[in-house]
């Protein structure tokens, strides 16, 4: 009886180790769960489901052997590929999700999402966010040959890598909004949240305004480390793995 959450693995043929990882953990701890759900962030960039390279098909191919074996995988985009669609779908047999999704976790009903628009003090990418999520301008970025679109990638991977290190300030606009994850909370009239995104694992206590107290769960990233939830009946535990 147990339920896992992963997310932002930012996974790329330049990083084998985490990829490498993730095999591992879809052949072991995945192969005996209720279900996975992968919040976001399961590529570096998502150029399309007509992508057809070796390292896409081998982590198809590897989310396919889990569903096949009754294990279901659920998914809910990330800003890093949003451009995942059905035929990433129908090869792989996980199912995809509308963001953000209320589930019924153990007898909780719980708020899943990435958790990018929570981090509402970060203007200039809330911008960004609105504009490129648009349906005419995504079908018109799928309607570019493949290839222009994986130099984009490239370019997008390479301008990242030349960034500088963000201030304190800086990671403190990116973080989660307290009044939005509050709002959240009210809307869907929850008290457990699950989300990845701001790669700050954490579990945060919040008090709502009537008095109650909500439970906020964060997933980290993958770049140092992998990073699991595992949920049970009993509890929720964090869990870090290296990649050795």
Known sequence: MTTWFISDLHL????????????????SQAQHADALYILGDLFD?????DDTSDFV??????LRQLTDSGVPVYFIAGNRDFLIGQR??????VQLLDEPS????YDTPTLILHGDTLCTDDISYQRFRKIIRQRWLQKLLLALPLSLRMRIANKLRAASKTQ???????LKIMDANEHAVREQFIQYDVQCMIHGHTHRPAIHQHRLPN?????????GDWYTQGSFLKVTASGREL??????
Do not use: C, H, K
């Open 12 to 27: 790329s043929p330049a990083r084998p180790d985490i990829a490498g990882l993730f095999q591992r953990f879809l052949q």
């Open 88 to 93: 990433f779908a129908q090869i792989t047999g």
């Open 102 to 105: 209320v589930i019924d976790l």
């Open 164 to 170: 500088q290190p963000l201030s304190e300030q800086q």
């Open 239 to 244: 869990i870090s793995d290296s990649f050795n």
């Open 45 to 49: 960039a998502w150029i399309g489901d």
């Open 211 to 219: 008095g109650e107290t909500a439970e906020r769960i964060v997933l």
């Open 57 to 62: 098909a081998a982590v198809q191919a590897a």
